[in-house]
């Protein structure tokens, strides 16, 4: 696997304690409000297949928007990686507590998200699996720094399909996480979001960017 796909896979695995924060809820919220003859797992299938679905629309134009500014040399790729390596930084001490940096790229992205989300509503109840996705695709935009820090690496993939398929590895990556609360439970779910687990994978985000920055030559 290329290492910037691999890169994204990594980010979403290792971010999925705090994709536990921001989208575990909605998700296990969906298993109690949907209809008894919904089978689980279908539907929380459905669901993911939007939000992974919006998350790979939404890297298709980042990868646009990155290869537009390279090929007309507004930035070079060694600068895309750079800033790229710094906002997963961030995000690693935004995660740990240590700043709050990113909220405000959280609150640009929530006025979006503003507009869309009462439409999401026109899919409740969710009495079959099928209304799962569009509510999905709708809550896939829900502004998080951890799909920001994933879309700035989706910036340097240099086309539109590669951008594509770097939010499509990195939104498998936060599916073991997300199903692992949904489906077992309160303790779980507690596990995750307990200060200890954040402490550990923000560190792990931190090395993370430290190890790329130094890769890419930047020390």
């Avoid at 924060?21 to 929380?44: D, Q």
């Avoid at 993911?48 to 290869?67: D, E, K, Q, V």
Wanted: net charge positive.
């Amino acid at each position: 696997m290329d290492s910037i796909y691999l890169t994204a896979l990594l980010i979403g695995l290792a971010g999925g304690v705090h994709c536990v924060g921001m989208c575990g809820g909605i998700a296990s919220s969906l298993l109690f409000s949907a209809k008894p003859n919904v089978g689980r797992y279908r539907l929380l299938s459905a669901y993911n297949f939007g939000r992974i679905f919006s998350y790979t629309a939404a890297g298709a134009l980042a990868g646009f928007s990155g290869s537009v500014l390279t090929s007309n040399h507004m930035l070079s790729s060694n600068i895309l990686m750079l800033l790229s390596s710094l906002i997963l930084l961030l995000l690693g001490l935004y995660i740990g507590g240590l700043t709050q940096t990113l909220t405000w790229l959280e609150r640009l992205g929530g006025h979006f998200f503003g507009l869309i989300k009462p439409y999401s509503t026109r899919f409740l109840p969710l009495d079959n699996a099928l209304k799962a996705i569009p509510y999905g695709i709708i809550w896939g935009w829900l502004p998080c720094g951890l799909v920001y820090s994933a879309l700035a690496w989706a910036m340097t993939s240099g086309s539109t399909l590669n951008g594509a398929l770097v939010m499509f590895c990195f939104g498998i990556g936060t599916l073991p996480a997300l199903f692992a609360t949904s489906m077992s439970g309160q303790f779980i779910y507690d596990l995750f979001k307990h200060p200890i687990s954040r402490k550990i994978i923000a560190l792990v985000l931190i090395i993370s960017a430290l190890l790329l920055l130094f890769s890419a030559g930047f020390h």
